[in-house]
C-alpha cells in the first residue's frame, strides 16, 4: 500500500494542528480531538501489520523522495520485522495515554499538541532509513519531551527535564560524529546516508587516523554508536537521568518513556550497530552482556530500596532493559528474538504498572509506599479498591515474568540465548529475577495488605475509562503471554537475517 507508511507518520501532525485550531477553554474538543487522532493512527498502524509479508526479511514498503539532493539526504522510510512491533506499540500506548489524559487541566492544549509531536517523532525514529533524517527524528524527539517534563512535571520537573536532555544530547552529539565518519568512508556518494546500503561490514578493513595514530574504523566508530544508544537505553553507568525523568514526569509521559523511548536505544542497537559494524559487535559482545546483567542486578537493587513506587517501577526498567541487552548480545537466534520480544512485553506490561500509579495518584496525591517520617503511605487498597487491585496483580505478575503472562515466554527465550554463550552470566542473571520478583511482591503487601488506612477509605475504585485503557494491556499481557507466536512471526525474518550476518565474525 503506497504511502501508508507517510499517512502513519504524519497523522499525528495532522492532529496536533487540529488541536492548535481548537479555540482556547474548548477543552472537551481537544481531547476529542486527540483522541481521535491516535485512534486513526493506531488503526494505521493495524493496517500496516495487514499489509506487512512476514516471510520478506528486508524493509518493505518503502517510500523515497529526494530531500536535499546536493548532499544524497533522501526523504526515505521502510519497516521490517523488527521496527513492526515497536510500531504498533507506539500507535496503541498513546491512543491510551490520551485516554488517560483526560483530567489533565493545565494548558491542554500545549500538553496534547506536544504528545503528538513526540508520537510523529517516534514513528520517524522507526521508520527511517536515511541517517540523516533519522538523526532529525531522534533530535527533535527532545523538544517535546523536554517541555511536557519541565512544563507539567512534579515539584523538580526543571531538574529532571534540564538532566534528561543534557544525557540524551550528548549521546546524540557523540553519535553525529559516527554519522559524519560514515558519509565521508562512504565516498560521499549517493548511498551516503542509507542505512541498509551501509549494511554488512562493508568497514571492517578501514582505518582511521586520528591524533597521529591509526586506528580501526569499525571498533572506533561503534563506540560512538554505541554511546548514543546506551544512553537512551539506559545502560548503567549512563542510567541515572532515568528515575527523576520518570517521577518528575506526567504519568502518560512516564508510560511513552518507558513502553517506547527506551526501546529506541535497542533498536538502535539492532539496526544500526550490529548491522554496520558487525565485527565490531561481535568482538565486544561480552562488554554489552556484562554491562546489561550489571544493569539487571543493579536496577533490581535500586528498586528494592525505593519507597516511592513510581521510582521503584522505573528502576525496574532499568533492570528490564538489561535482560535486553544480555539477549542481544547472546547473537543468536534465541537470544535475539527474546530481546526484540521483550522490548514489546515490557512495553506493555511496564505501561500498566506506570498507568496504574498515575490512576492511584489522582486520589491520593503522593506516591510514597513508606512516608519520609516512617508511616505507611497506603494500607488496604485490596479492600478499597478491588477492581484496580485484580488490574495491579496482573501488571505485577506480568513485569516479574510469570509463566502465562507476556514476560516470561521474553525472558525464557534470552535465557535460552544467552547460557551456550554466557553461562557464568545466565547463573548470575536469575538474581535479577528473584529480586525483582521480590520488590514487586514486598511492595504489593506494604500497600494492599494489612489494615485500611483512614485517607484510603475516600478512595474511589476504578471508573469506567480508567477500566476502558486498562482492559488492552491486560489482553496484550495474556494473550501473548500464552500465544506469542503473532509477534514473533513478525520478526523471525528479520532477526534470522542479522544472525546470520553476525556469524560470519
Known amino acids: 500500500m503506497n504511502g501508508l507508511l507517510s499517512m502513519i507518520l504524519w497523522a499525528p501532525i495532522l492532529g496536533m494542528l487540529a488541536v492548535l485550531v481548537i479555540p482556547k477553554g474548548n477543552d472537551n474538543a481537544t481531547r476529542w480531538t486527540a483522541l481521535v487522532s491516535t485512534a486513526i493512527t493506531f488503526a494505521l498502524t493495524l493496517v500496516l501489520y495487514a499489509n506487512f509479508d512476514q516471510s520478506i526479511p528486508g524493509v518493505q514498503l518503502t517510500e523515497t523522495l529526494p530531500w536535499i539532493s546536493q548532499f544524497h539526504i533522501f526523504y526515505k522510510l521502510g519497516i521490517d520485522g523488527i521496527s513492526l512491533p515497536m510500531t504498533l506499540l507506539n500507535g496503541l500506548l498513546f491512543f491510551l495515554c490520551i485516554m488517560s489524559s483526560w483530567t489533565v487541566e493545565k494548558n491542554l492544549k500545549g500538553y496534547f499538541a506536544l504528545l503528538l509531536m513526540l508520537q510523529s517523532t517516534v514513528f520517524g525514529v522507526f521508520f527511517s532509513l536515511d541517517f540523516f533524517l533519522f538523526y532529525v527524528y531522534w533530535e527533535v524527539m527532545l523538544i517535546p519531551m523536554f517541555f511536557l517534563i519541565g512544563v507539567w512535571g512534579g515539584e523538580n520537573r526543571e531538574y529532571a527535564a534540564v538532566k534528561f536532555f543534557l544525557y540524551t544530547f550528548f549521546g546524540s552529539i557523540v553519535m553525529l560524529v559516527g554519522i559524519i565518519a560514515l558519509y565521508y568512508a562512504t565516498g560521499k556518494g549517493v548511498d551516503s546516508f542509507d542505512i541498509i546500503a551501509m549494511h554488512g561490514g562493508k568497514f571492517t578493513d578501514m582505518t582511521v587516523h586520528i591524533f597521529g595514530t591509526d586506528f580501526s574504523f569499525e571498533r572506533l566508530f561503534f563506540w560512538t554508536m554505541f554511546l548514543g544508544f546506551a544512553i537512551k537505553v539506559p545502560v548503567f553507568p549512563f542510567h541515572t537521568w532515568l528515575p527523576h525523568a520518570h517521577v518528575q514526569a506526567p504519568t502518560a509521559v512516564s508510560v511513552i518513556l518507558a513502553g517506547v523511548l527506551l526501546k529506541m536505544g535497542t533498536y538502535g542497537f539492532l539496526r544500526f550497530s550490529f548491522p554496520i559494524f558487525p565485527a565490531a559487535s561481535v568482538e565486544y559482545s561480552t562488554i554489552i552482556g556484562v554491562l546489561g546483567l550489571i544493569s539487571v542486578i543493579y536496577g533490581a537493587l535500586c528498586a528494592m530500596a525505593q519507597d516511592d513506587i513510581k521510582k ?172 506469542p507466536s503473532p509477534i514473533l512471526n513478525i520478526m523471525k525474518a528479520s532477526v534470522g537475517q542479522l544472525v546470520d550476518l553476525l556469524s560470519k565474525y
Open 312 to 483: 521503584l517501577i522505573a528502576y525496574s526498567s532499568v533492570s528490564h532493559m538489561g535482560f535486553v541487552m544480555m539477549g542481544m548480545a547472546a547473537m543468536n537466534t534465541q537470544g535475539m528474538n527474546g530481546a526484540v520480544l521483550q522490548m514489546f512485553n515490557h512495553g506493555t506490561s511496564t505501561a500498566m504498572m506506570f498507568l496504574l500509579i498515575g490512576v492511584l495518584y489522582e486520589r491520593s496525591h503522593h506516591r510514597w509506599i513508606v512516608r519520609p517520617d516512617g508511616t505507611k503511605g497506603f494500607g488496604g487498597l485490596y479492600t478499597q479498591m478491588p477492581k484496580y487491585s485484580i488490574i495491579f496483580i496482573i501488571g505485577m505478575f506480568a513485569s516479574m515474568g510469570l509463566p502465562g503472562l507476556s514476560g516470561f515466554i521474553s525472558e525464557a527465550l534470552i535465557f535460552l540465548g544467552i547460557y551456550p554463550k554466557f553461562t557464568t552470566m545466565t547463573v548470575l542473571a536469575l538474581i535479577g529475577l528473584l529480586l525483582g520478583a521480590a520488590y514487586l511482591l514486598w511492595a504489593f503487601k506494604r500497600m494492599f495488605f494489612g489494615e485500611v488506612n483512614d485517607e484510603v477509605k475516600e478512595y474511589d475504585d476504578m471508573n469506567l475509562r480508567e477500566v476502558a485503557y486498562m482492559v488492552p494491556l491486560c489482553i496484550c499481557v495474556v494473550v501473548f503471554g500464552i500465544f
